[in-house]
């Protein structure tokens, strides 16, 4: 089984910013790619950043030049750093992992994490 616990979530300022983490735990071969993902009241989920192990990166239009994506591949961890805030980026977040379980079969498997809550107040 695989765990992805999210930390860093919480209450800021407009024009703060916040450092979310991502960090997957259990047995697994490799995980090609790690994205975020949030949800805000009322409406449906949203893509915000994806990596994969090999370093790309990618973000959605709303949060490009603001947030930053890394990936610790060592340590199965993702950081989000979240700088200028908005009120519109409050939203519960929500850290997702495509793993490869085998070195021997390439089928990926999806896994989320329980969701940190960020609150941008203006």
């Known amino acids: 089984q695989v765990q992805l616990v999210e930390s860093g979530g919480g209450l800021v300022q407009a024009g703060g910013s916040l450092r979310l983490s991502c960090a997957a735990s259990g047995s697994f071969f490799s995980i090609p790619s790690m994205a975020w993902y949030r949800q805000a009241p009322g409406k449906e989920r949203e893509l915000v950043a994806t990596?994969?192990?090999?370093?790309?990166?990618d973000y959605a239009d709303s949060v490009k030049g603001r947030f930053t994506l890394s990936r610790d591949n060592a340590k199965n961890t993702s950081l989000l750093l979240m700088n200028s805030l908005k009120s519109e980026d409050t939203a519960v977040y929500y850290c997702?992992?495509?793993?490869?379980?085998?070195?021997?079969?390439?089928?990926?498997?999806?896994?989320w994490g329980q969701g940190t809550q960020v609150t941008v107040s203006s």
């Open positions: 997702k992992a495509l793993v490869r379980k085998s070195i021997t079969f390439t089928a990926l498997y999806q896994y």
């Open positions: 990596s994969t192990s090999g370093g790309t990166t």
